[in-house]
T-cell receptor, first 112, second 113 residues
Framework: GQQVMQIPQYQHVQEGEDFTTYCNSS?????IQWYKQRPGGHPVFLIQ?????EVKKQKRLTFQFGEAKKNSSLHITATQTTDVGTYFC????????????FGKGTKLSVKP | NAGVTQTPKFRVLKTGQSMTLLCAQD?????MYWYRQDPGMGLRLIHY???????AKGEVPDGYNVSRLKKQNFLLGLESAAPSQTSVYFC????????????FGPGTRLTVT
């Protein structure tokens, strides 16, 4: 079945370093979404990418959608302790209902 | 607006006991979902609903039942709890199809002993 894979599973960085997480789908996606879950919290929607090659920025966060619409990345510049959490990508599954398939997430820890 | 709320926040069950988790949303969303989250496994869809009176199976439906009698509520039932159902359960809703963002509730932490 359709799979959404994320790497790395864990990332430990020093505050101020950059961070990147990658998301790969086994099938072409109509769109991809990114969510952030703080420790002990619930997933919160960050952004959606729809177009091939699309790049969107939110302050220090840069999101990219691949040309083939099968991969995506989230890059954080100069991480801060507030960036700690798990970042999930998610894409619609196939079929008429089209539920979201979530990657397993990348857990980011930031050392002050 | 409260968004998506879940009750209870925590629960401990003994094997074989039953319980119902309640999810409520005040955003008039059509779609509602139940996920479970286990360490290293991400979010796995249990059941979902595309509208009042409808339900459908997700990736891991066994051992769970759901009902959506009112548009704003989505109930998840465990008829005979098992230790394998120890998990954090999240409810979510979205306006229509998953092309739209999902709003998550705060979660229910369930332990089955």
């Amino acid at each position: 079945g359709q799979q959404v894979m994320q790497i790395p599973q864990y990332q430990h960085v020093q505050e101020g370093e950059d961070f990147t997480t990658y998301c790969n789908s086994s099938t072409t996606l109509s769109n991809i979404q990114w969510y952030k879950q703080r420790p002990g919290g619930h997933p919160v929607f960050l952004i959606q990418l729809v177009k091939s090659g699309e790049v969107k920025k939110q302050k220090r966060l840069t999101f990219q959608f691949g040309e083939a619409k099968k991969n995506s990345s989230l890059h954080i510049t100069a991480t801060q302790t507030t960036d700690v959490g798990t970042y999930f990508c998610a894409g619609p599954s196939g079929g008429s209902q089209g539920n979201l398939i979530f990657g397993k997430g990348t857990k980011l820890s930031v050392k002050p | 607006n409260a968004g998506v709320t879940q009750t209870p926040k925590f629960r401990v069950l003994k094997t074989g006991q039953s319980m119902t988790l309640l999810c409520a949303q005040d955003m008039n969303h059509e779609y509602m979902y139940w996920y479970r989250q286990d360490p290293g496994m991400g979010l796995r869809l249990i059941h979902y609903s595309v509208g009042e009176g409808t339900t459908a199976k997700g990736e891991v439906p066994d051992g769970y039942n759901v009902s959506r009698l009112k548009k704003q509520n989505f109930l998840l039932g465990l008829e005979s709890a098992a230790p394998s159902q120890t998990s954090v359960y999240f409810c979510a809703s979205s306006r229509t199809r998953p092309g739209y963002e999902q709003y998550f509730g705060p979660g229910t932490r369930l332990t089955v002993t």
